[in-house]
């Protein structure tokens, strides 16, 4: 992944077990390499750079959608794939899913 944005949430790896809050790299929101808690808003941050760039689509500020992240497992390794939820611009959760076909799928929630 290139430019992207972090998604700190906890989850269970289902490799080796082990539960913590991990780092999942998303193109959510203004892509410029912050990180994102429970509840906070993917949009609404200052942009750092002259050009903004927006992922998954500039049209969805403020709005629900869901779109997948990639994160590693600190203990094992094991790369592991989450669908990130974010509802009416703000990030709600993640869930752990499959490795998806196309990294860069999103929808509506």
């Not at 790896?13 to 082990?18: K, Q, T, V």
């Not at 942009?47 to 203990?75: K, N």
Request: charged fraction near 30%; glycine fraction near 12%.
């Amino acid at each position: 992944m290139g430019r992207y944005n972090e998604f700190i949430w906890p989850v269970k790896c289902p490799s080796c077990g082990a539960a913590e809050a991990l780092s999942f790299q998303g193109y959510i929101g203004l892509l410029q390499w912050e990180r994102f808690h429970e509840g906070d808003d993917v949009f609404d941050r200052e942009p750092q750079h002259r050009r903004r760039e927006v992922g998954p689509d500039a049209g969805l500020e403020g709005r629900s959608f869901w779109a997948y992240g990639l994160g590693d497992c600190p203990r094992c390794r094991e790369t592991l794939w989450a669908r990130i939820d974010v509802r009416d611009g703000r990030f709600v959760g993640l869930g752990l899913v499959a490795e998806p076909a196309n990294m860069y799928d999103w929808g509506p929630l």
